[in-house]
């Protein structure tokens, strides 16, 4: 049978293999979810609400040997990998807390048919399929399954080929609790996530463009709603009266956290000259102070290693041609090297960028910070909005109001001012991306279940008539009527 092969991305050891499931599989799994779905509907939210709290506590107990396994398969450290657990139960408390008052039916008026009554229901699709990638896997996955889950769908989860061992691990914490089929897991790459997409009634990804094209293409041919949450190239603008110190920490962090591997990463930064200088070198010495590498303990660890070399060839090749082009190494630039085969890469900074480069409008998705002077803020919001990616962006100004009103002219289906990324753990807040960043969007509230829902409308005739003024047989004088009406109500 084949088999995938996970691999420790400190190390480059193979610390699992995993049979794949083909479509064969998808199709059983998919069979025995529809068999256990329309149960899991029926109890009532209180009861999944219950099981769902418990799931939690099941993974809680296995929370050694999962974050283990998502610390080996990512490489990722201490911090981030906890980050990513802490953020699947809060979830679990956030719509634990809500569900049944968000799933609750509304009533709706019914004007200008006056005496009738209208109701929305939020009604499960049936079966939902979340594709994940491999940057944060239980946040992703985990994370789109639950609301499904809350909103009454079974739910079929493809965790990325490359880090599928947390994933696993959670969904068999949970399926000591949660009745059989209701949540399972699949392993296995593109193939395996076309076929899911065949069989089920919703689909979420998050991946890149590239897939989430592939994945709406193939859903079309059965008009499966899609959410698509995909890659980005998120841009920083930072005006000459911001807090320079908060700023630069900002960068940093955002270009280099979780090895610069983060859809919501800070790709490019546009500064007003007129603070570029000083910003360029505070910032340089920032990244300086980054600690990682093979030699670095994970307690003083910033960020790990690649997930692999194709991403760190990219980066590389990035880097290559903006210094091709005119670009300034300020510092970093370089592979570290590594006795065992691991990808470590220094934090780096670049300066005298332009989107003549590839580093200022493809995905990097490397530790990498680039700064481009601009000579005001009209250039900076040109800049930000030339890109065919629209996830994230951030504006850094000491006057709150101009930052609200500058993130409303920039093209991003997020926007933060004075802040980056940590916008994406709030739940109230929805988290989506425009043009190639996605389609739909996740969180905010009550949207955050409804997403994994249809809306119902039922409407009831509570009184006893034999007929309604609008229907057959028609006559002038009921023209002339629905005419007055008209011109009384809109025609004044
Ligand atoms: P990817 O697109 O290579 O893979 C994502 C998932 O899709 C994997 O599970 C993969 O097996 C599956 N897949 C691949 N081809 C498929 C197909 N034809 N049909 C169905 N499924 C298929 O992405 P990746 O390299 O794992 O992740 C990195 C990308 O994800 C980056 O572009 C990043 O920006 C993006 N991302 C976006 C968000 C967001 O919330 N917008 C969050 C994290 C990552």
Redesign the pocket.
């Known amino acids: 049978m084949p088999a995938i092969s996970v691999l420790d991305k400190a190390t480059s050891h193979v610390i699992a293999n995993l049979p794949i499931d083909d479509a064969h599989a998808v199709h059983a799994a998919a069979n025995l979810a529809r068999s256990a779905q329309p149960a899991w509907a029926a109890l009532a939210v209180k009861e999944r609400v219950r099981l769902l709290k418990l799931a939690r506590k099941e993974m809680l107990k296995d929370k050694d040997k999962i974050q283990r396994a998502l610390a080996q398969e990512t490489g990722k450290v201490p911090f981030d990998v906890i980050g990513e657990m802490f953020s699947v139960c809060q979830d679990i408390g956030h719509y634990s807390r809500r569900a049944a008052k968000w799933l609750r039916p509304r009533k709706v008026g019914t004007f200008p048919l006056i005496g009738k009554k209208g109701l929305i229901y939020y009604q499960p699709y049936g079966l939902v399929g979340v594709?994940?990638?491999?940057?944060?896997p239980l946040t992703?996955a985990i994370g789109d399954a639950l609301p499904a889950l809350y909103a009454g769908n079974a739910v079929l989860v493809?965790?990325?080929?490359?880090?599928p061992l947390a994933v696993k691990y959670t969904i068999d914490a949970f399926n000591r609790v949660l009745p059989p089929g209701v949540l399972q897991c699949l392993i296995?790459?593109?193939?395996?996530?076309?076929a899911?997409?065949d069989q089920v009634d919703m689909i979420a990804?998050?991946?890149?463009?590239?897939?989430?094209r592939?994945?709406m293409e193939?859903a079309s041919r059965r008009l499966t709603p899609v959410l698509?949450?995909?890659?980005?190239k998120d841009p920083m603008i930072v005006l000459s009266d911001a807090d320079l110190e908060r700023a630069v920490n900002a960068a940093a962090w955002g270009a280099c956290f979780m090895t610069g591997?983060?859809?919501?990463?800070v790709e490019r930064i546009y500064v007003e000259k007129a603070i570029a200088t000083e910003f360029t070198r505070l910032l340089k010495a920032k990244i300086q102070a980054i600690r990682t590498g093979p030699d670095e303990p994970a307690a003083t660890a910033q960020y790990g290693p690649f997930?692999g070399p194709k991403?760190i060839d990219i980066v590389k090749a990035h880097i290559a041609e903006a210094l091709d082009k005119g670009a300034r190494l300020e510092t970093g630039g370089q592979q570290l090297p590594s006795a065992d085969g691991s990808h470590y890469f220094a934090p780096t900074l670049l300066a005298g960028v332009d989107h003549s480069m590839k580093i200022m409008v493809e995905?990097t998705?490397g530790p990498v910070a680039c700064v481009m002077a601009v000579d005001d803020l009209e250039e900076a919001i040109r800049h930000a909005n030339d890109s065919e990616f629209g996830?994230n962006a951030s504006v850094w100004t000491r006057d709150i109001q101009r930052g609200i009103a500058i993130a409303r002219r920039i093209q991003a289906g997020n926007v933060c001012v004075n802040d980056c990324i940590l916008n994406?753990g709030v739940q109230g807040l929805p988290?989506?991306?425009i043009k190639q960043?996605?389609v739909g969007s996740?969180h905010g509230n009550e949207h955050g279940l409804h997403a994994f829902c249809y809306t119902q409308a039922v409407m009831v005739e509570p009184r006893r008539r034999k007929k309604e003024p609008t229907w057959f047989p028609y006559s002038v004088k009921t023209a002339e009527r629905m005419e007055k009406l008209m011109m009384f109500l809109y025609g004044r």
């Open positions: 594709i994940a990638p491999w940057n944060a992703l493809k965790p990325s080929e490359i880090t296995g790459e593109g193939p395996t996530g076309a899911l997409v990804v998050t991946g890149s463009s590239q897939t989430g592939r994945v193939r698509l949450e995909l890659g980005g591997q983060v859809c919501m990463s997930i991403q995905e998705f996830l994406a988290f989506g991306g960043s996605g996740r």
